[in-house]
Each structure stands twice: as structure tokens, then as C-alpha cells.
């Protein structure tokens, strides 16, 4: 299916900031924010979703020691989104990857994390960190689909420096409200990483013939874009960006 219609679908009522309106005009305004897309789908032929607002995992990178480990422990920490952060015990300095996995399941299970099973976030690894890079993935069922903080390696008694920690790519559930914003021509720049609006821009003049979307229908755009990133702070920031259109 099409973006527009994937995103009808997955909305079971939009909210567009009717504060306190009675029921019958959170109705009607519900029912024109809904119109308005389907124009916008009718207009577009329902475009599907770029791969950039698809869900998908995040994986971090973290990086090697470079040869000069010899001896020494590391631990992992783990903030996991909606969870609370959680350390493992003791890593040898040049363990493999399913010694790094198990440490992790270890300490995870000892932190209850909800649903967690073991194997829930991956290691690949060739030899140790101190030949090679480490891929960490958060691919199960209790983390997958969501954006996690970096990990953090804790130095306990190694004699390299510890490795630093970067992302390679962000997790995230679908972001169809996100989809429609950039398809409408509405904003540049994005997506951002989820949960972010770093670095988007907005554009004074929509795609051609077609009127700038209602007062509403923004308000249920940036409402449903917070809410698929798990931020509140996105609606504000949205609706930022989209009062600046007006302002030029």
C-alpha cells in the first residue's frame, strides 16, 4: 500500500489539538484532517514510503583497540528506550563476540528487562576488539524497531584506551506521519534520526497546485510525528518549523 493509506490505517483517531472541544466537533475535526489526506493521496497516487521511514533496527559500532590491548577488563552499559540502564560484568580485553553476547543476556536478564530473551540484541565480531570493530544489533523481539542510546564501554583494568561507540543505524518504528510531511514538500532535510528535528529546514512554497495543508491537519501531522518517536518535544518543534512558513 501507499504511504497516505498506511497512515489512515494505522490512525485510529487523529488528534489535532482540539482542547477540551465537545464530541461532535472533535468528529468534524477529525473527519477534515482525514479529507485532507486523502487529497493529498488522490493528488500524489499514494506514493510508498521512502526507505528512510521504514522501521528498522539500530545497530552501534564499537570501535577496536587498535593492537595495543594486551591485558584487562571492560564492561558494556546498556540504555535501552524505556528501560532502565543496566552494566555488565567483567569482558576480558579480547573476548569473542558470543563471550561480549553472553555477558550482555547476563546482565540483562539480571536487570529484568521486559520480554527480554537471550540472543534479543546481537554481537558479530571476526576475532576480538583488539583486531576488529564490533557490530552490536538490537534485532529482538524486546528492543527491536527502536532508537537506543550508545552504548558505553567502562574501562575496569585494561591497559589500552577504551573504544569509543558510534551509531550506524538508527532504530526505529515506521514513521509514516513523517513520510507525509516530507511528501507534501513540507519540510527539508529530513528525516532526522528518530526523535530529533536537528537539522530540518521549511519549505516557504509546497509542491505545486496544491494548498498548504489546514491549521489542523499540521497539528495531527507533528501530534502523530511525536508520538511515532516516542518525544513529546517533536509537536513543538514541528510546529516551529511550520509557523516559520507563514511568517515569510
Known amino acids: 500500500m501507499g504511504l497516505y493509506t498506511d497512515l489512515l490505517a494505522s490512525v485510529a483517531s487523529w488528534d489535532s489539538g482540539t482542547n477540551g472541544a465537545g464530541v461532535s466537533e472533535m468528529t468534524r475535526r477529525d473527519a477534515a484532517v482525514t479529507d485532507e489526506i486523502k487529497a493529498y493521496k ?9 526507505l528512510d521511514f521504514n522501521a528498522r533496527d539500530e545497530s552501534q559500532r564499537i570501535s577496536t583497540f587498535n593492537g595495543v ?36 543476556d547476563v546482565a540483562a536478564t539480571t536487570a529484568a528487562v521486559t520480554d527480554w530473551t537471550n540472543g534479543d540484541i546481537s554481537v558479530a565480531l571476526t576475532t576480538n ?16 524497531e527502536a532508537r537506543h542510546s550508545l552504548i558505553v564501554m567502562n574501562d575496569v583494568d585494561l591497559d589500552a584506551t577504551v573504544s569509543t561507540v558510534s551509531v550506524i543505524t538508527y532504530g526505529q518504528t515506521d514513521r509514516l506521519a513523517w513520510a507525509a510531511i516530507d511528501a507534501m514538500g513540507l519540510i527539508t532535510g529530513g528525516p532526522p534520526p528518530t526523535g530529533e528535528t ?17 491549521y489542523q491537519t499540521l497539528q495531527a501531522l507533528a501530534i502523530q510525528a511525536a508520538t511515532e518517536d516516542g518525544n513529546d518535544d517533536i509537536y513543538q518543534d514541528l510546529m516551529d518549523l511550520f509557523r516559520q512558513r507563514h511568517a515569510v
Open 69 to 104: 590491548a594486551s591485558s584487562g577488563n571492560f564492561t558494556l552499559t546498556i540504555d535501552l528506550a524505556g528501560e532502565s540502564a543496566f552494566t555488565t560484568g567483567n569482558i576480558v580485553w579480547n573476548a569473542s563476540a558470543a563471550t561480549i553476547e553472553t555477558a550482555i
Open 129 to 144: 576488539l583488539n583486531d576488529a570493530e564490533a557490530s552490536v544489533t538490537f534485532d529482538g523481539d524486546s528492543v527491536d
Open 42 to 50: 488522490v493528488l500524489q497516487s499514494d506514493p510508498a514510503a521512502g
Open 198 to 214: 536537528t537539522g530540518l529546514s521549511v519549505v516557504t512554497d509546497p509542491i505545486p497546485n496544491v494548498a498548504y495543508p489546514s
